[in-house]
Nanobody, 122 residues
């Protein structure tokens, strides 16, 4: 019941920047955590960054100092600002959300977007 749609991916030269957006829609009470993961060809899916509704943030070591995650709770949107991009950052970037669908829900559920391609050329 949570639909996540990513945007902002594309082709960028090494050293460049991109800003990814992920908008959540559907029927839900809250989005406790939103985050970004990525998967490159031949690689496991890996965490990039997460942010809670209270703005607690975690970054993967590989992107610390180059990436900033933020969210607009009023818009149910999470952003990923990526700077100093490297060819190694090339991957499909996937939006993730942990959502409580109802106030009375005992548990939360995990949702994924379709992904947006980021390609960094050398």
């Amino acid at each position: 019941q949570v639909h996540l749609v990513e945007s902002g991916g594309g082709l960028v030269q090494a050293g460049g920047s991109l800003r990814l957006s992920c908008a959540a829609s559907g029927s839900f009470f809250s989005l406790s955590v939103m985050g970004w993961y990525r998967q490159a060809p031949g690689k496991q899916r890996e965490l990039v960054a997460t942010i809670t509704a209270g703005s607690t943030i975690n970054y993967a070591d590989s992107v610390k100092g180059r990436v900033t995650i933020s969210r607009d709770n009023a818009k149910n949107t999470v952003y990923l600002q990526m700077n100093s991009l490297k060819p190694e950052d090339t991957a499909v970037y996937l939006c993730n959300a942990v959502a409580k669908l109802y106030y009375t829900s005992r548990t939360s559920s995990n949702y994924w977007g379709q992904g947006t391609q980021v390609t960094v050329s050398s």
